[in-house]
Each structure stands twice: as structure tokens, then as C-alpha cells.
């Protein structure tokens, strides 16, 4: 089976500049987590969609994030205008709902914002 | 109290050592648990979970003591492949649908 695929890899561009990273969950899982990881910090949790519905965004840093999740195969994370300090790793991981199941990652979006 | 607190390495032992990590957990409504590898400049991956009764997979055994909010994982006869770094992972409340939270991770580099 095909794993969480996440889109692009690399980004780097100029701070103001939008960006949007994809990803694309595992078939049949019905929950999705977009998590941020810096050094300083760790991982976090940015948002989690439960079935496509936004059910806590409450990591989300500021208004300058926002994230979609139009249907059970797709899902968006977009930072705009972008700053220098939004420069981390963004992961994508999906899991069932049934039960106490781990959540499996996606490759992550290495960001630079110059 | 941070949510999930874990030492912060980084750990530096010989190939064949045997190496322990410990992981305190603030939510005493807690009732999973998962030890995450990741490695350099990738993504975290599951290690195994943790279940009450302790569990053990090849080289590595996991323990979870409720009463004293603790977790830790037991690396035996060490290999250079284990260098990684190692995540400690609690789902924050009683439910399997609450958000996993991850620790900051501990650094084991297993030397020649």
C-alpha cells in the first residue's frame, strides 16, 4: 500500500511569498495531522481533520496558516504571506479511527523561507 | 509540566551496550503509548507501542508503570543501525481520537 505522500519535498522561497504543501493520506484513514518540527521546538501539532471536518487548529501558529482538507484524499496546508521563522519541516500522518492506532507519516516538506 | 518529557540525550555507547530511555507523561487519562524512531532528515517512523504488561520485540522491550506516569524502552546488544533519534509518543487523553502528543526526542549515536 501506497503510504502518506506529501508534496513538495523541498520548497524554498522568499518571505511574503504564499506557499502551499499538499498531501495525500492514507486510503482509508480517516484521520489527518499536519505537524511542524523544528529543532528548537519538536514536533507540533498544527490541525487535525477528523473525516475531512477541521476538529482542533488550535496549533496553528497564526492567521497566516490555514489548512484544507476538500476531500478524503487531499489535504492542504497553506502559509501566506510566509516568514523567515515559518522555515521548518512539515509533516503530513494519517490513521484509522479504529482504536488506539498509530499514525503513520508522510516524507515531510522540508521549508526555507529566505 | 510539560506533556511529555523525556532526557535529552544524547546518548553515545559502544556496538553490543545494552541502553535504557525514560519518558514521564502529565496525563494520568492517558492510554496509549508509542516509542517513534526517526532518523536524520526523515520522517518519524513507529517503533513499536507499549502496552501495560510491558512488551518486548527482538532487542528492544518497552515498559509503561501507570501508577508513577512512565514509560521507557531498552535497547540490547546495540547496533550501529539503532543511531537514531528516539520519540517518546502519548495520546493525551482517554480516548483512541485525541491527538498523539510527541516528546522532543532522545539522540542515540551507537559507536564502533
Known amino acids: 500500500d501506497a503510504g502518506v505522500i506529501q508534496s513538495p519535498r523541498h520548497e524554498v522561497t522568499e518571505m511574503g511569498q504564499e506557499v502551499t504543501l499538499r498531501c495525500k493520506p492514507i486510503?482509508?484513514?480517516?484521520?489527518l495531522f499536519w505537524y511542524r518540527q523544528t529543532m528548537m521546538r519538536g514536533l507540533e501539532l498544527l490541525i487535525y481533520?477528523?473525516?475531512?471536518?477541521?476538529?482542533?487548529d488550535s496549533g496553528m501558529p497564526e492567521d497566516r496558516f490555514s489548512a484544507k482538507m476538500p476531500n478524503a484524499s487531499f489535504s492542504t496546508l497553506k502559509i501566506q504571506p510566509s516568514e523567515p521563522r515559518d522555515s521548518a519541516v512539515y509533516f503530513c500522518?494519517?490513521?484509522?479511527?479504529?482504536?488506539?492506532?498509530?499514525?503513520?507519516f508522510g516524507d515531510g516538506t522540508r521549508l526555507s523561507i529566505l | 509540566r510539560k506533556e511529555v518529557e523525556q532526557d535529552p540525550g544524547p546518548f553515545n555507547v559502544p556496538e553490543g551496550a545494552t541502553v535504557a530511555f525514560n519518558c514521564t507523561y502529565s496525563n494520568s487519562a492517558s492510554q496509549s503509548f508509542f516509542w517513534y524512531r526517526q532518523d536524520c532528515r526523515k520522517e518519524p517512523k513507529l517503533l513499536m507501542s507499549?502496552?501495560?504488561s510491558g512488551n518486548e520485540d527482538g532487542r528492544f522491550t518497552a515498559q509503561l508503570n501507570r501508577a508513577s506516569q512512565y514509560i521507557s524502552l531498552l535497547i540490547r546488544d546495540s547496533k550501529l543501525s539503532d543511531s537514531a533519534t528516539y520519540l517518546c509518543?502519548?495520546?493525551?487523553?482517554?480516548?483512541?481520537?485525541?491527538?498523539?502528543?510527541f516528546g522532543k526526542g532522545t539522540r542515540l549515536s551507537v559507536i564502533a
Open positions: 507499549v502496552y501495560s
Open positions: 500522518a494519517s490513521k484509522k479511527t479504529w482504536g488506539y492506532q498509530p499514525q503513520h
Open positions: 481533520f477528523n473525516n475531512n471536518v477541521p476538529i482542533d
Open positions: 486510503s482509508g484513514h480517516d484521520y
Open positions: 509518543v502519548v495520546n493525551i487523553g482517554n480516548s483512541g481520537n485525541t491527538p498523539l502528543v
